[in-house]
């Protein structure tokens, strides 16, 4: 069952915004296929970690971050019946995959508005070439309205200020999302000090923290705290998650007060 975490409103915000956590696991999602290691087996439903992605609302406002390979399931799952749109990070699988599942929205709603850097839609249109083909195209294939993000250019999703965050994913650019108080950064390795400025005075930051151990294009967890110290938000919820981070009970009681192992289902309010 989501649980929700009641945070201090924006005094210069008319509402409250909603954050569910769709998914928070790594590319693989936890449990890996045929693997034998104790998180994977764990009976934790925490442990049990879909692809990454985020639903977010306020009033009669409902967005998606990333539509990775379970987005079906994970709209199921979060009874989600209307969507105005989709914030993509990058074109890696596990953040798209599920693009072709924006059917039912489409069948109701017509085009899905979709936003994302011009190198991200240049890939999703070889990948699904039959969704942005213009000349005779299926009848049964979705369509979206593309909207292309930029580094320092601010833009508005229904009354809320959008900001694009610009990190690198080892050599790859990604984009993270600070919507009013709020931001969601993930797969992330590095972060100029410009973009960093960007997430100060934050309620709520979300923060990738893979494993443990470093790697070559994640935050590890201690790279992840690190940062969380220096951004200073309220509150840090870490995702992106891989088995080798650990159970998600115990990891948990080593964490900061003010940081936590986001988990599927997890609702919050800022």
């Not at 749109?85 to 699988?93: D, K, N, P």
């Not at 599920?98 to 249109?125: C, M, N, S, W």
């Amino acid at each position: 069952m989501p649980v929700q975490n009641g945070l201090i409103l924006n005094k210069l915000s008319a509402f409250m915004m909603q954050v569910t956590f769709l998914g928070t696991g790594t590319s693989q999602g936890i449990p890996i296929i045929g693997s034998t290691h104790p998180v994977c087996l764990s009976d934790d439903p925490r442990d049990k970690r879909l692809r990454v992605s985020v639903l977010i609302s306020w009033e009669d406002a409902t967005y998606v971050i990333d539509c990775g390979p379970d987005f079906r399931q994970q709209m199921l799952r979060a009874n989600c019946n209307y969507i105005d749109g989709i914030l993509f990070t990058h074109e890696h699988a596990d953040h798209t995959a599920g693009l072709d599942d924006i059917r039912p929205y489409y069948f109701r709603q017509g085009d899905i508005d979709t936003y994302a850097h011009k190198r991200v839609f240049g890939e999703l249109e070889r990948r699904f070439d039959y969704i942005f083909e213009t000349e005779n195209k299926y009848p049964g294939a979705p369509g979206v309205i593309q909207h292309e993000v930029k580094n320092n250019h601010s833009f508005e999703l229904k009354g809320v200020k959008v900001t694009p965050i610009n990190v690198w994913h080892h050599k790859l650019q990604v984009f993270g999302y600070r919507l009013d108080d709020f931001a969601y950064l993930t797969d992330v390795k590095t972060i100029e000090q410009a973009e960093k400025d960007k997430l100060k005075g934050l309620k709520v930051l979300v923060v990738n923290a893979l494993r443990i151990e470093p790697h070559i294009s994640h935050f590890s967890l201690q790279e992840a705290l690190d940062f969380i110290a220096e951004v200073q938000p309220e509150r840090a919820y870490l995702t992106h998650i891989s088995h080798l981070l650990g159970f998600h009970a115990e990891v948990s009681k080593e964490l900061p007060e003010n940081v936590f192992l986001a988990y599927d289902t997890l609702t919050i309010t800022i």
